[in-house]
């Protein structure tokens, strides 16, 4: 019974932590609410188009290579992945500018519109640099169960240099003027995790992802990570039960023992819970077993909810590229409108995905396969009304921008708000992200990876360390998967 592990939940970090159990000899059985594996990040085909339901960027390639090098894998044996170039345009008021895939074109870009930024770029970039390299390859990988992690010696000699205690704004704008170039610099942290007035300058490593690392693409769309990672956990021997809808964490002297679930069970000596962490915490547990109270989690800041509409679009859609950011409306009211005065947004900025520019296989021949998102904040009360007078005010400005009839010619439409990430996900709130990726939200400050009343009940995902986004998530697996071999190995 000691070898057999349990796991809700096989998105990004539920499927991490399956493989890596199994590498170290554990029977592993993962329960998936949905038909499909990739959590949020499942696939959607209809009518010839293929959408990817969740993630699309595709930043950190290194993270993904770290992980299947860990099975003496590679990327390239499941999937393959091209690096666009441009990697992304962005739409402001008056213009739009192209972010090269190249730096030199790049520093040439930020000159161009701003004299003699390129210096500054490249000092920041290489800063941001410094801070990727030790924050993702070494702090991000910390579990966070405890605070004498953070003393590490390359940390704790780096801790200015992290700029930990700086905020990403004032990081910013202390070395540029132009407001495009401070929003092209800013987005990451906006769309992704909090104000950037309210995280750390830390986050600049973000940058350093997206300019210097490259946006890429997987050939067939996101959904080809999770495929490659069931492929390889299925050859590692981990079992899979899709369609199984948990109801209860059953707990007997703060163990916990068994599930209820919908479909066939078995026993397991350790549980990973990589399913929305108030929902496992409020819902699955009994009230003496939560470690974190309601006030707790009513007070954390969480990371934006979208609301998400999946076109396909009969004809070609001009003047898009891969990915498209609509900065054309006020960058501080939207950010002020998620974070600082919650509300539906007044004019908001909004992200255009539009893959059939790089895959022929994501729609039939004649066709577009778009997916637009805008952000917004999380627990917000939604109509159908209030849902289409936001799809025809971003179909408008999409038309203006991109000089294309496109709404007279949508033949398939999705809507996935707020709610659908509640009933899909059990989403707190129907947050999108996670949490806010504020100072008082990192590390050891996150929801903790280990159940403290319950002994063999740990938790993996973007609710705790490291945080939001596919890289993170596939550490999270990692971090919550060592932690229950080191509990089994000590029992």
């Known amino acids: 019974m000691n070898n057999k592990v349990s796991i809700i939940g096989a998105g990004f970090s539920g499927l991490s932590s399956a493989c890596y159990l199994a590498k170290m000899g554990y029977n592993v059985t993962v329960y998936e609410k949905h038909n499909q594996v990739g959590g949020r990040a499942r696939i959607l085909k209809e009518e010839g188009f293929t959408f990817d339901m969740g993630p699309s960027w595709y930043w950190m390639p290194d993270v993904f290579e770290r992980f299947f090098a860990d099975f003496g894998k590679k990327v390239s044996d499941y999937y393959t992945l091209k690096r666009l170039s ?14 090269p895939s190249n730096l030199e074109e790049l520093y040439q870009l930020f000159d161009k519109i701003e004299s003699g930024s390129s210096i500054k770029l490249k000092e920041f970039l290489k800063e941001a640099e410094y801070k990727y390299q030790v ?76 300019l210097v690392l490259g946006t890429w693409y997987p050939e067939g769309g996101m959904g080809k990570i999770a495929e490659g990672m069931h492929k390889l956990a299925l050859g590692l021997g981990v079992n899979f ?34 399913a929305d962490y108030n929902f496992t915490e409020q819902k699955l547990l009994n009230k003496e077993f939560h470690q974190y109270s309601t006030d707790y989690w009513e007070t954390r800041k969480m990371a934006p909810s979208s609301l998400i509409f999946y076109l396909g679009v ?8 891969h990915h498209n950011l609509f900065f054309d409306e006020d960058f501080g009211v939207h950010a002020s409108e998620i974070y600082t005065h919650p509300k539906w947004p007044s004019k908001p900025l909004f992200y255009v995905c539009n893959p059939s520019k790089t895959d022929n296989t994501v729609a039939p021949e004649g066709f577009e396969n778009i997916f637009i998102l805008i952000p917004i904040a999380p627990g917000l009360t939604e ?22 009839t496109i709404k007279s010619n949508v033949v398939y439409k999705k809507v996935f708000s707020p709610k659908n990430f509640i009933a899909d996900y059990n989403s707190f ?20 990876i280990k159940n403290k009343k319950v002994k063999n009940l740990f938790y993996a995902g973007q609710l705790t360390v490291p945080g939001p986004g596919v890289p993170p998530a596939l550490i999270s697996g990692k971090l919550a998967a060592d932690q229950v071999h080191h509990y089994l190995t000590k029992k």
């Open 383 to 404: 109509n159908t009304e209030l849902v289409e007078h936001y799809y025809n005010l971003v179909m408008e400005r999409l038309e203006m921008k991109t000089g294309s």
């Open 86 to 99: 441009p990697g992304y345009r962005v739409f402001f008021e008056k213009d739009q500018i192209d972010i």
């Open 314 to 321: 009969k004809g070609e859609v001009k003047n898009l590229l």
């Open 241 to 274: 039960e899709l369609n199984a809808d948990i109801s209860k964490i059953n707990v007997e002297n703060s163990v916990a023992k068994t599930i209820t679930t919908n479909i066939n069970y078995n026993g397991f000596s350790a549980l990973i819970s990589s």
């Open 135 to 210: 924050g993702i390859h070494d702090l991000v990988y910390k579990p966070g169960v405890n605070i004498s992690e953070l003393f590490d010696a390359k940390l704790i000699k780096g801790l200015f240099k992290l700029d930990v205690f700086k905020s990403m704004s004032s990081h910013i704008r202390k070395l540029f003027k132009d407001e495009r170039l401070i929003q092209i610099l800013e987005f990451p942290v906006l769309f992704l995790g909090a104000l950037p007035g309210n995280t750390p300058a830390l986050y600049s490593l973000m940058n350093y992802a997206d």
């Open 429 to 448: 709130k129907g947050n999108a992200y996670g949490l806010a990726n504020t100072l008082m939200q990192t590390a050891h400050l996150k929801p903790s």
